[in-house]
Structures are given as C-alpha cells and as structure tokens.
C-alpha cells in the first residue's frame, strides 16, 4: 500500500506551501521582528528592554501565575469527576460528560461578562453573602477573577483526556493491586493515577497553553497585567511597530511551544503501555452511602457553578434593568430584536467564515491524514507536526503575524488590501483550527482497514476512485465531528478576531458580543448574541458527538480531541 | 459534501465576493462611540443617501490614531470621530487631515470660551461633552455613601474603594477629565486629587465604558464619565444620577475627513450630514444622549436636558487644547506608570493612611503627613512637565530606538520611584503614633 504517486507529492507540496505562507512565515516573522535591529541585523536589545520594565517581568508572572493556578484548580474539580464516571457504579456518569461540555460551549469572554454580575462585587452571591453574613468574596478581583473563570472554562479538557486514560487502562493492574490489599487513596494515587498521568498531563498542559495565551477574558474583566493583553495593548495603541509586543508574542510561542513539547517528554520519558488493553474494563466498585453523598454534592456544585455563566447570560439577554439586585426587575425580548435587526451580518459572517474554514479543514485533514497513514513520502510527518505547532500557537501571535506579514499586499480584481478583506479570517481560522479536525480525520482513517482499499484496487479502482468511493466515505462521521469541531471554536474565537477586524461589516459574531458590550445600552443584545452563540456551538458540539458516536459504538467516552 | 449544499455554498462565496468588487462610496468611520449612536448614524445616512454606504470600525481614541497613521495613503479611512479634541490635535499634527472648511452657519462658533470647530479648519466640532460624576443610587444608599458633588469630594475617606475610573492611555475621554483636573487645579494640587481618588477606587478599568458599565450594574457606586454615558444609563431606566462638577469644561466631540482616503466626497457628505438638523436631532435620542452643537436642537430636548448653550452647566475651566496636545504623552505615562500599573500598592498606601488617620483620631503626626505626601506628590513636578527635552522625548518617532529606549528608561526610574513611595508610605502610615 505504501506507494508514492506524483499526484500524492503534490497534494503533499501544496499542503506545505500553504502551511508555510500563513502559518510559518507570519510566526517567523514576528519572531525575526523580536530580534531585528530595523536595519537588518541581529540584536538582544529589545529583550533587554523587555525584561528592563517592571510592569512586563510583573505581566510575565501574573500569567504564569494565572496559567498554573488555572491548572491547579482544574485539576481538584476535574480528577474526582473523571475517577467516579469511570470506575464507580453511579448514575450520575450522564451528568458529569454533560458537565464536560457544557462550559466549552461557552466562550470564556462571554461568561466573564456574566459572571462579573453573578460573582462580582455587587454581583448576586455577593449580594446575598452581605445580607446574610455581612461578607463578600473577591472572587471577581483582579486575577482571582480570571482564575475563576479560566478554571470553570477550561476544566473539561483535563476531564476528557483523564476520563479517556482511566478508560483504557488495563484492568489487571488495579485487580492485582487490590488482591494485594490496596485501596481508596492509595490505590488511587499509587496505580491508577500513574498509569493515566499521559492523558492528565496532555489536558494539564492545554489548559496552560489557553490560559496562558487568552486574551478576551483578562480584557472583560479589565486586567491588563499579563502578557497577551500587553502585547495587544502595546500592538494597538503604540502601533505594529513597537518591538516589545514582538517580544512578548515570542515568549508566548516559546512558553506554548515548550509546554506541549515538555507533556510529549514527559509522556514518552516512561513507558505507560499496559499489555493488554480495551479488553476487559475494571468493574465498576459500587460507592458506600457517605461516599455517594459526597459525589453528588460535588457534582451537583460544580455543575451550579458551570451553569452560572450560562444562567447569567441568559438572564441578562431577557433583562431590561439589572442593577445592584439578585436577579433582574424587568424582562424584555426586545434585546432578541435588536439583534436580529441590526447583526444579522454578523451571524452570517460567522457562518461564512466558519464554514469554509472548517470545509478547508477537513479536506486538508484527510489529506495530511491519508499521507501520513497511508504513503511512505518522505518527510510526511512534518505535515502533522507542523499542523500541531499551530495547536501551541497563540492567537494573538497570529494576529500580529497576519497584519504584519501581509500589510501592503493587494487582493487581485481590485479587492482591496488583504489584511482588510473577509478572506484573513477564513484563513486565520482555518490554520489555527486545523489540528483540530487533523485529529479527527486521523482517528477516523486510523479505523479504516487497509484490506479494504487493497479489496478496491484488486477489483480495478484507481487510487482517486478508492479515496472517493470506500476511504472517504468510510471516514465521514469522523470527517464531519472534525468540520463541527473546526467550526464551532472557530465561532467562539477572539483574540485574533479582535486583531483582524478592520470592519464592522465584516466582523463575526465573537467581535459583535465584545462590541455590544461596550455599552449601557448594548449589554442586553451582546448578551442575546452571546446565547445565540452558545446554542450554535451546543447544537454543534451535540451533532458532532452523534456523529462520534454513530461512527465507533465501542468508544465509551466520545471524547473531543 | 453534497452536491445541493456545495452549490449553496458556492453561491453563498459569490455573493459575499460582490463586496469586494466596491461600491461606488463607501465611507469608512474610525470612531470610539459605541455601538447604538453608529447604528443609529448608518441607519439615517444610508436611508437619505441609497448609493452610499457606510462602514463602521470601532476602535478605541489610541488604537484609532495608530490605526490610521498605519494605513498607506489612498486606502485610508474617510472618516475619524471621537471625543477627545488633543486627538485631533495628534492627528492634524501628523498632517493626516483633510481641511473641510467652514459648516452649518447655524452652529456658533464658541460654546464658553472654547471654539467649537478647529480654528484650522480641519475638524469640526459634532456634539458637545462635559465631564462628570455618576452614581448608582442603590448602591450608595445601600453602603450609606453620600452622593458625591465635586471631584475633591472623592479625596473623603469615605469614599474609600467605592470609585472607579478609566486609564487614560486607554481611553480618551478619560484622558479629558485627567486633563480638565490638572487645568483646573493646576499641576500639583490636579495631581494630588487625582492620586487620592484613585487611591479611593475600586478599580481603574481597561475601557472607559467598564466605569458606566460598573457603576449600572453595581459593581462600583461612583464613577468619572462623560455625560452620555451617565445620561444614557439614566435614560435607560438604570438607577442611576449624574451631575457636572463646577471643576468640568465643556469640549466639543470632533468629526473630521481623514487625508488620503478613498472617496473624501462621500466623506465630506457624511459630515454634512451629521452637522445638519437631521444629524444634529438623532444626538437626542434616549440611548445616545449627547448635547448637540446646534442650539436650535434643544427646543426638541425631553425636559431636564442640559443645555450648554442655555446655562444650565457652570464649566469654570477653559480647556487648554494646545497645553494638553503638548504634554498629551508624558500625561498618558504617569498615570499609567504611578496609577494604572500600581494601583494594588496605591490602594494598600492609601488604606494604611486611612487606619493611621482612624487610630490617631485627628492627632497631628509627622510620620503620617509625611506618608500623605509620598503618595500623593506627582513623580514629576510642574516644572519638569514643561521641559521640552521631556516632551520631545515622549512625542519621538517609535522607530527611533534611542528615543524608545531612553523613554523606557525614564518610565522605570517613575516605576521604582512610585513603588518605593508606596511602600515607604505604608510603613510610615502604619508606625504613626
């Protein structure tokens, strides 16, 4: 099967030269601007500048701080939940794979809004805790607040990679260890936990990676001492010129970059493989009454906390004025209407943008993928792991990059400059959500036999028609969980999105929800748009989990990738 | 992909691509307003003229200068409306502006003593803004705050983490009230009140609307704002008041035709537009809230409207638009270097100043006068601020790295010094006996 047509080295060629022109070069660039002269040569000194202001060292902590608090947190509410669903007998699973999607369907720079007025200052815990106690919490404050909601955010990624290593460990293991007299904590933290430690470290270091690079959420909630606000801050209002913003877009690559490759160390440093596998799961143990009544209680918090954004964006949508009390006085749909009247555009856009990225995706997913799995082209596995860098890479630095690589470069039939058309987001979107459906599109050939395309050609199909006819078809319900996957992070994105708006015609709905909510009067809409989103991207993480599911019955988790 | 939904999508890329080809006038607006004075502005301009179209792009005053130095000529916006007059000022300065010539004859030429259109003809003024407070009643009855009347009111103890306030750097009109302060009460004292009421505030926001925003919802009881933000969460039904301080001045809100844009004909006739009685009456509306340029509009006015123009604002302070432009950068950079940046070390010195004042109970102590004036004497005096080397300096060319350095080293030596001033004044606060 591993035959290398001339056809298959240009697809492969065209997928590198794609990557290269608005992946590698614009991040190159932003490299080379970090450590240019402007004349050309090589020079340390605007690091030097860097790491002389206070204010970047002090940036420079703060989001390592948040970043690794954020984990830290993630982990106390994600490693219980994992460790009930997969190896107690308990009812509330359903609840608890609920509870690992329900947050990402809401993107973390709506939430903050919302929560501000639940958990702020005056929000309604608050308010409640001060007529109760006389006590308010700071929860909102400052970088507790962007922990806060990083941490209910991101959470699900460690939930789903640790519910997928849990699942597939070998059941011997814990039986043997039990037979030894192990149990509760120890056989916890001894067995179980060190033989799923991949899947904990590869969600761990995603959530760092996020954390560390967001930018929509310490701008809500009006920090602006850490690094991607500053690199914003510095690229918009000093303008593309100013060296530090390059700076710190290079100390945010190499922190993303560094992160994922020490989770790949880490992972390959020690040999995790168990003999068998996927065959026997372990028994589910069944919980004693206490132990029954602390899952529930944990669960039942957790979900009111996950909830809490939603509840608070939906309130705020349907609410006329809501001011200094619990829940709002007065409803309206009127907010319902103005959007509808007013951002229709917006709405289309997404879909636009969205759609032909993710389509992009997904056809250059199975493309990688059937180079990668099914041809023995050399070089091959660069393709992946250069769509896997975009993963690390922040969307900030590619905002950067874009507006500056491709300044001055002119659409052909009097388009218009490119970094002011509609097209830079489609492929600022279809570069940074590529890993994404890569994955998908990996998993789904990766269950394809090869005997069957060998069945194809025996009987006469050319190698297009077998990719057409059996290869793709059989790949479809990966194909499509890949194309929802791009496309509903892709609806939600904002750091680049901020960057890349040059209009508001062509803005996305993502940039509508932070426009509208730099107004009184325009909370109300940001906020009806903010649930419309939500429901576009809940509908679509659904579909895509159907499609998952119809795919591969055997998967017990459904997990995303 | 079948074949229904892949010709659907085709169309779909074809139509969207239509725009590309360009409309015969297309008007790009650069503007910091928010979202329901534009729409409402397109909605109008483009029912009285079909063939154009507008273009909004919202961005902030700063990003919104370097936005358009950073665009090449010939594809520049047509459009730049904002608040602050020193923008303009920065803008016209760069020779960016297109002279527009003289307007509406029915506007007056001064509103006080400041004129309302560029004396250079290359803006003009749109609306007009003062400067103020706004409060959320529940809030301040809830926490037993007193409702607040001028700036120097917020310096009180009582005050203490109720307020809260914008960046300057981040926010224009911010930078307004910044400047009417230190006009106002001159450098020194200007300093000293706007270091005590930040000391005083909960939070100093990354966006001027976080203030109204905070102050609607709760979060703060007492925010510095421009009028319409204060008058359209009022008029919204929020519960919440806001007056001018007899320390405001009264400055117009500038449109003005970018130089070097595509279509300057479709852009001088969005200014007429906005400058005429139709422009002018839409300013009235309940969520936009700003006070017209044109006198005869405030006949229309719902009652209790202020009226600039009929007396019903004291603005005892003449702004100074050359004296801001001039030191507009230096100003940006303390505030951030000693407030913005610092403000947890500022909030804990002013904290320890007010336990001190409490545990003394009106006792003089020298420990704790000197601890008030480490925090609240400016890092640079008034003397240093008009230094033209200094200003020059802040105004260079951000290619310049010499200049950038040597700025970047002069904001450290501000950053270490406030720090250090913070510190020492919690310690002399909290040892004063």
Redesign the interface.
């Given at each position: 099967m591993n035959r290398t047509s001339p056809a298959v080295v240009a697809v492969a060629l065209a997928i590198a030269a794609f990557l290269v022109a608005f992946l590698v070069i614009p991040v190159a660039t932003v490299v080379y601007t970090a450590f240019s002269?402007?004349q050309g040569g090589f020079t340390l000194?605007h690091f030097s500048?860097f790491a002389?202001?206070?204010?970047m060292r002090?940036s420079f902590a703060n989001s390592l701080y948040v970043a690794g608090m954020t984990v830290a947190f993630s982990t106390l509410i994600a490693v219980p939940l994992a460790y009930l669903t997969v190896r107690f007998q308990f009812r509330g699973a359903i609840l608890i794979q609920t509870l690992g999607v329900l947050p990402l369907v809401m993107p973390a720079f709506v939430g903050a809004s919302a929560m501000?007025?639940l958990f702020?200052?005056?929000?309604s815990v608050n308010l409640i805790l001060k007529d109760a106690f006389g006590i308010s919490l700071p929860l909102m404050e400052?970088l507790n607040g962007v922990i806060f909601v990083e941490t209910l955010h991101y959470f699900p990624f460690i939930l789903l990679n640790l519910s997928a290593a849990l699942a597939n460990i070998d059941s011997s293991m814990e039986e043997s260890a039990q037979n030894l007299g192990s149990s509760g904590w120890r056989l916890f933290s001894r067995i179980v936990f060190p033989l799923a430690l991949p899947g904990y470290v590869a969600g761990a270091s995603l959530v760092f990676i996020k954390v560390f690079d967001d930018l929509g959420t310490p701008?809500v909630l009006?920090?602006?001492?850490m690094l991607a606000?500053q690199a914003f801050?510095r690229v918009?209002?000093?303008?593309?010129?100013?060296?530090i913003g390059y700076v710190i877009c290079v100390i945010l690559v190499v922190f993303s970059i560094a992160a994922m490759a020490g989770s790949w160390w880490f992972v390959k440093r020690r040999d995790y493989a168990v003999v068998s596998r996927g065959g026997a799961m372990a028994p589910r143990r069944r919980l004693t009454p206490w132990q029954t009544v602390l899952a529930y209680g944990w669960i039942t918090l957790v979900l009111l906390l996950v909830l809490s954004p939603h509840l608070g964006i939906l309130l705020l949508s349907f609410s006329?004025?809501?001011?200094?009390?619990v829940l709002p006085e007065?409803f309206t749909i009127a907010h319902y209407a103005t959007v509808f009247e007013?951002s229709t555009r917006m709405i289309w856009n997404t879909f636009?943008y969205c759609?032909?990225a993710a389509?992009f995706d997904v056809i250059i997913g199975t493309a990688i993928a059937y180079i990668v799995l099914r041809t023995a082209l050399p070089g091959r596995h660069l393709l992946d792991h250069l769509v896997t860098v975009a993963l690390a890479m922040p969307g900030v630095v590619l905002g950067i990059g874009y507006l500056r690589t491709f300044?001055?470069i002119e659409?052909p039939?009097?388009?218009?400059?490119l970094t002011?058309?509609?097209l830079i987001f489609v492929l600022a979107y279809t570069v940074r959500r590529l890993p994404f459906a890569l994955r998908s599109c990996m998993a789904a050939l990766q269950q394809v036999h090869p005997s069957l395309e060998e069945a194809a050609e025996n009987l006469g199909a050319s190698r297009w028609r077998t990719i057409k006819r059996v290869v793709v078809p059989l790949m479809a319900g990966g194909i499509l969980a890949g194309f929802v996957t791009s496309f509903i992070t892709a609806a939600v994105e904002i750091s680049e999105t901020i960057l890349l708006t040059?209009?508001?015609?062509l803005a996305p709905m993502s940039y509508g929800i932070y426009?509208?909510?730099?107004?009184?009067?325009?909370?109300g809409p940001g906020a009806a748009l903010g649930v419309i989103a939500v429901v576009l991207v809940a509908v679509g993480t659904y579909l895509s989990h159907r499609f998952v599911a119809a795919n591969t019955p055997q998967n017990p988790t459904g997990g995303k990738p | 992909m079948n074949r229904f939904l892949a010709r659907r999508l085709a169309l779909a890329i074809a139509t969207s691509l239509v725009p590309l080809a360009g409309l015969a006038d297309t008007v790009t607006v650069v503007t910091s307003f928010p979202k329901e004075l534009t729409t409402a502005y397109k909605k109008a301009y483009e029912a009285k003229f079909p063939g154009d179209k507008l273009e909004i792009l919202n961005k902030n005053t700063a990003a919104g200068i370097a936005y358009v130095r950073e665009q090449p000529m010939g594809s520049r916006p047509e459009i730049f409306w904002a608040s602050a007059p020193d923008a303009f000022e920065v803008l016209s300065s760069a020779k960016l502006l297109a002279k527009i010539g003289p307007g509406n004859p029915a506007i007056p030429a001064k509103v006080g003593n400041y004129p309302v259109n560029d004396p250079e003809g290359f803006y003009r003024g749109q609306a007009l803004a003062g400067y103020g407070l706004m409060w959320n009643t529940r809030y301040l009855k809830a926490n037993n705050v007193p409702e607040p009347k001028e700036w120097a009111d917020l310096v009180k103890p009582v005050y203490f983490g109720h307020l809260a306030i914008s960046s300057p750097s981040r926010s224009g009109t911010t930078h307004l009230t910044v400047e009417t302060i230190l006009q106002g009460e001159g450098w020194t004292k200007g300093w000293a009140q706007l270091l005590g009421i930040t000391g005083n505030s909960a939070a100093i926001t990354e966006r001027s609307f976080g203030v109204p925003d905070g102050v609607s919802n709760g979060q703060f009881g007492i925010g510095l704002v421009i009028d319409f933000f204060g008058l359209a969460a009022k008029n919204s039904g929020m519960p919440v008041e806001f007056v001018y301080p007899s320390v405001t001045s009264i400055v117009p809100a500038n449109i003005a035709l970018v130089d070097g844009s595509k279509s300057p004909e479709g852009g001088k006739r969005f200014i007429e537009f906005t400058l005429s009685e139709e422009g002018q009456t839409l300013l009235l509306q309940k969520e936009i809230s700003r006070l017209p340029v044109l006198p005869s509009i405030y006949a229309k006015a719902p009652a209790g409207y202020p009226n600039p123009f009929g007396g019903t604002i004291q603005a005892k302070v003449n702004f100074d638009s050359n004296l801001s432009e001039s030191r507009y950068y230096v100003v940006l950079s303390m505030f951030d270097q000693a407030i913005t940046f610092r403000h947890k070390e500022l909030v804990a010195a002013t904290k320890a100043i007010l336990d001190a004042e409490k545990r003394l109970g009106g006792r003089k102590s020298p420990a704790l006068d000197e601890a008030r004036k480490l925090v609240l004497t400016p890092v640079v005096d008034e003397k240093q601020a008009a230094d033209p080397k200094l200003l020059a300096l802040f105004k260079a060319d951000k290619k310049d790295a010499e200049a950038s350095k040597a700025k970047a080293k002069i904001e450290e030596e501000w950053a270490t010094k406030v720090k250090a001033n913070y510190a020492k004044a919690v310690e002399l606060a909290s040892g004063a006996k």
């Open positions: 002269d402007g000194a500048a002389g202001i206070s204010l002090e501000q007025l702020g200052r005056s929000g400052g701008l009006n920090v602006t001492n606000p801050l918009t209002s000093i303008g593309i010129e100013d060296p006329k004025v809501w001011s200094f009390t007065q007013d636009l759609g032909l389509l300044r001055g659409l039939f009097g388009g218009g400059a002011a058309s509609w040059s209009r508001e015609s426009l509208y909510m730099q107004s009184i009067a325009g909370r | -």
